[in-house]
């Protein structure tokens, strides 16, 4: 629909889209591939040089979303992993592109239709959303940062 790098992201997404359906463990990530390996808590803190209590915290960090970044890349390459970190779209760009192009242009024919309602000139439904529908169209290719002030 835009450019290479668009296009380029809009695959990438393809590709992630399954990592949405992947529940998290109830205990976190961290816990779940460590118990996996049937690593303790003073395994991992040794490998990282923590205590075990600051392991203990970590796990509750990870499950209430406190951890930062920087920790979970540190520990999962304590226990031989991969750190993955993504935003995923709930839909593609481009239906999130043309889902918030279609609000913009209702907004804006809803002004020009009370306008056209006070001088009698309304239009029809049929028109109303071919209009709507050009207009999002026009909007996408104008400029997508309009699209969301």
């Known amino acids: 629909m835009f450019n290479l790098a668009y296009r380029q992201l809009s695959e990438l997404f393809e590709k992630l889209a399954a990592v949405k359906a992947v529940p998290l463990p109830a205990k976190g990530w961290v816990r779940a591939i ?29 499950t209430t979303g406190a951890v930062t970044i920087k920790t979970l890349r540190r520990t999962a390459e304590a226990m031989d992993c991969v750190f993955v970190y993504a935003i995923v779209p709930r839909t593609s760009l481009d239906d999130t592109l043309q889902k918030q192009a279609k609000y913009k242009a209702k907004q804006h024919l809803q002004n020009i239709s009370h306008s056209m309602s006070l001088e009698e000139q309304t239009l029809e439904n049929k028109a109303n959303q071919s209009m709507l529908d050009q207009l999002a169209e026009q909007m996408i290719k104008k400029s997508k940062h309009q699209l969301w002030d």
Request: proline content about 0%.
């Open 34 to 62: 460590r118990d996996g390996l049937g690593m303790s808590r003073r395994q991992l803190a040794e490998r990282l040089g923590l205590s075990t209590s600051r392991i203990q915290r970590l796990e509750q960090d990870e």
